[in-house]
């Protein structure tokens, strides 16, 4: 028996006790003398059925609602006796609390219907002022405990909905998070290592290279790999942080100068012009670094030894960010850099657009708001 099951039990058992000894006690009639001469075994086993059906409130409430209403109607012809009343006000309340959105729309139709009828049936069959009296009684035993259920029901339901309202928060919460630290390790992954593979790889190949180029290589191959390491510790600090902090500002956009020399070094013809980006705001300045580095990656993994250019222009309200290169037709990627570019720009209301130009070269269009 599980605990609501066996609460309702120790309820009705706790009525029955006490009903019997209100009856006992000569205390049981509601409507004074009316039902006096009624033998006692017929109240009291209107009682018994009607705690017996008590014991159903929660698991089965229509089941309960029928048999304590039969009981009470049964009674209430005997003489109406407090101790079935009572238990008809709590399987009242407790049927319209759990029952199903039938059973509650059903007995607020009811109880509205009967409180309507008893009222102007005793209005024509008596003084007015009788039915007043009566359609009191009647809203105080049938009105007050649905009414009341149906607060104690709207404040349950609007709490059970600020909850999931909550849960549905962190978990936009933390696919937020999951997906910032995805581009980040997308940009420290695909752009460092992704460079400092192809560079190695360019320095492997060369059979009688010249001393001060290989020299160049490895030079940006141990920047890449001492950047790459830098942002990776700064990432990790931000795991093991107590509190929530913002991206950590490891790159700025005034750096792009080593993205387009680790470019050349691993074989691209980089054209670069830029301009002045100072004071720019920590977002757009993080994003457009990122860009250029995925777009300057794309290019050397799909386009190796291609012309490239990286053109940065500051207007008055906006930075443009514009990366080209020749596309010789390389194997197609999984479209991440991409998104992740995508997700970059937008994050801090920019724009993005990426795609060949009339010229068939590949074009990495980039627009932040200042």
Partial sequence: MNAPRRRDVLVAVAFLAVGLLVHHLGMDLVLGGAGADTPFGI????????????????????VALVVVTGAT???????????VLMVFIDVLFVTSLHGSRALHRTLVGAVAVATVGVTV????????????????????????????????????????????????DRRAAVNAERNRMARDLHDVVAGHLSAIAIQSEAVLSMREGDPETVRTVLKSVRE???RSLTEMRMMIDVLRADEPVDEPVAVRLADV??????????????????ADVDELPVGVDVAAYRIVQEALTNALKHAPGARTSVVLERQIRR??????????????????GLVSMAERAHVVGGTFTAGRDGDGDWVVRAEFPL
């Fill in 319 to 336: 930075l443009v960010v514009v990366v080209r290169n020749e596309a010789r037709g390389g194997p197609e990627g999984s479209g991440t």
């Fill in 121 to 168: 049936v005793v209005a024509v069959m008596g003084d007015w002022r009788l039915s007043f009296y009566a359609g009191l009684q009647v809203f105080s035993l049938l009105v007050v405990p649905v009414w009341w259920a149906t607060n104690v029901r709207q404040h349950r339901e609007s709490a059970e909905q600020i909850t999931r309202i909550a849960e549905l």
């Fill in 73 to 83: 109607v049964v009674d209430m012809y005997a003489g109406l006796s407090m101790p």
């Fill in 224 to 226: 890449n790999s001492v």
């Fill in 43 to 62: 109240r009291v086993a209107a009682l018994a059925v009607a705690c017996a059906g008590q014991m159903f409130r929660r698991s089965s409430p229509w």
């Fill in 257 to 274: 100068g080593r993205l387009v020399e680790s470019a050349a070094a691993g074989g691209l013809e980089v054209e670069f012009r830029g």
